[in-house]
């Protein structure tokens, strides 16, 4: 039986050079098209869902090196030897994994608020929460909104996680993502990359309130990626791309186009 599973992708733009976006944990390729649409002017770009994610296939297996290894398969099948790469969040984890594993494949690199080491457990009560929703006596959207409430007090947060509500049949709702899956192997995904280093451009966004990359991550980080760049946007928290999307779009843009190749 083959590890990788195939991934949803979708392509827009028309540059000679692509940039793979990859989302994080609980989002889908969607959460990335501001950052896609600006990009687009000067880069073939691709954005994935990862595995057990949007309308991607689903797998029992789940962890950081299987899933760079879905990447990897995806550019295998859409032809390109060589890319940009661009992950927030758990996309920013297989980023990395994708980058340290086989670096040949990725030209520049940016992660976006995750550092390459092992997390605690922050999303216990999101995934209880999505967990005890009876899907089959569910009414609306309106009332899983209403009973995720006590669980994720975040408007916004349960806005971007009910987007994974779907109907199944008529009166039916389901998941789209995988969330028994991804509440079972919870803990693969909170691992770091793998722990060798790549020498390519590589930078880092954090967000100034997100306490996803702390200083004191700033210096293992410089030894795992020699050749890397630091940026903070001010004000913003863990999903910096959505609360600043031009300042955080300019520094993406900026780096990039920084490339000889472009």
């Not at 609306?140 to 987007?163: G, H, N, T, W, Y």
Request: proline share 4%.
């Amino acid at each position: 039986m083959p590890r990788t599973v195939r991934l949803h992708t979708e392509v827009s733009g028309s540059g000679p050079i692509s940039v793979i976006l990859l989302h994080g944990l609980f989002g889908s390729a969607s959460n990335l098209m501001s950052v896609a649409r600006s990009l687009e002017s000067h880069f073939t770009v691709i954005r994935m869902d990862l595995r057990n994610h949007g309308k991607s296939a689903h797998s029992d297996q789940m962890d950081i090196s299987v899933m760079a290894e879905d990447v990897v398969a995806a550019m295998d099948e859409l032809n390109i030897a060589k890319a940009h790469m661009l992950g927030h969040s758990l996309g920013g984890k297989v980023a990395m994994q994708v980058a340290i594993t086989q670096p040949e494949r990725v030209k520049r690199l940016i992660v976006a608020d995750i550092a390459p080491v092992r997390y605690g457990r922050g999303h216990d009560a999101i995934i209880t929460g999505l967990l005890d929703l009876e899907l089959r006596s569910l009414k609306s959207r309106e009332q899983a909104d209403q009973l995720l409430m006590k669980a994720v007090p975040e408007i916004a947060i349960r806005q971007f996680l009910l987007k994974n509500l779907m109907r199944d049949g008529k009166d039916g709702w389901a998941w789209r993502m995988n969330l028994a899956v991804i509440a079972e192997l919870y803990d693969n995904l909170r691992d770091a990359p793998s722990s060798d280093s790549f020498s390519g451009p590589t930078l880092f966004i954090r967000g100034e309130t997100s306490g996803y990359i702390r200083d004191e991550n700033r210096a293992p980080m410089m030894r795992q990626f020699p050749d890397m760049y630091f940026e903070t946007i001010l004000k913003a928290g863990h999903w910096l791309h959505a609360e600043y999307p031009t300042i955080f779009n300019d520094l993406v843009g900026e780096f990039l186009r920084a490339d000889k190749g472009v």
